[in-house]
T-cell receptor, first 110, second 115 residues
Framework: LAKTTQPISMDSYEGQEVNITCSHNNIATNDYITWYQQFPSQGPRFIIQGYKTKVTNEVASLFIPADRKSSTLSLPRVSLSDTAVYYCLVDSGGGNKLTFGTGTQLKVEL | SAVISQKPSRDICQRGTSLTIQCQVDSQVTMMFWYRQQPGQSLTLIATANQGSEATYESGFVIDKFPISRPNLTFSTLTVSNMSPEDSSIYLC????????????FGPGTRLTVL
């Protein structure tokens, strides 16, 4: 399973764009990149998933360069409610187990 | 997507006792997973539970300590046996839903405190 590295914490202010980068140098050909969000006292929640280039949904965008050795989760115009831990994972799906890294604690302030 | 519920949501238990955690899904799923999240830490996979077969445990977790049942495609239980304070954690179940992206959906977790 590919190991991921991401910043332990980030601080931002309401209305700003936040970019969280994750390194996954050993990503395999079949691996997808998935980001989860976890609020205190809740289970992780799926945010976005991609394989290459750019993926956008109503919550976030995911940028993946051609070599796929890293990815960047972009949260536009964050609010206080975006304060959470964000996990980057790589896996090939199909029932493979997920390996959670340390995650990034995002703190959004007024 | 999938809606997952867990019971109990939290419990305080005495050392040496056992607690069974239930996980219910609103749709049929093949694979269910049990995780542990210790205070301030990330998630660690305990085991994978497929219906009709024995659960597969990760390194460091054994069936005698964490027996799992998977009687049908919508339900699973995890028992934490002979508890000690080191077992105080949040226990989460998750499922992989077929037909969509290869993602897992998590339950709300069970917060266990062992005195």
């Amino acid at each position: 399973l590919a190991k991921t590295t991401q910043p332990i914490s980030m601080d931002s202010y309401e209305g700003q764009e936040v970019n969280i980068t994750c390194s996954h140098n050993n990503i395999a050909t079949n691996d997808y990149i998935t980001w989860y969000q976890q609020f205190p006292s809740q289970g992780p929640r799926f945010i976005i998933q991609g394989y290459k280039t750019k993926v956008t949904n109503e919550v976030a965008s995911l940028f993946i360069p051609a070599d796929r050795k890293s990815s960047t989760l972009s949260l536009p115009r964050v609010s206080l409610s975006d304060t959470a831990v964000y996990y980057c994972l790589v896996d090939s799906g199909g029932g493979n187990k997920l390996t959670f890294g340390t995650g990034t604690q995002l703190k959004v302030e007024l | 997507s999938a809606v997952i519920s867990q019971k109990p949501s939290r419990d305080i238990c005495q050392r040496g006792t056992s607690l069974t955690i239930q996980c219910q899904v609103d749709s049929q799923v093949t694979m269910m997973f049990w995780y542990r999240q210790q205070p301030g830490q990330s998630l660690t996979l305990i085991a994978t539970a497929n219906q009709g077969s024995e659960a597969t445990y990760e390194s460091g977790f054994v069936i005698d300590k964490f027996p799992i049942s998977r009687p049908n495609l919508t339900f699973s239980t995890l028992t934490v046996s002979n508890m000690s304070p080191e077992d105080s954690s949040i226990y989460l179940c998750s499922v992989e839903v077929p037909g969509g992206p290869d993602t897992q959906y998590f339950g709300p977790g069970t917060r266990l405190t062992v005195l």
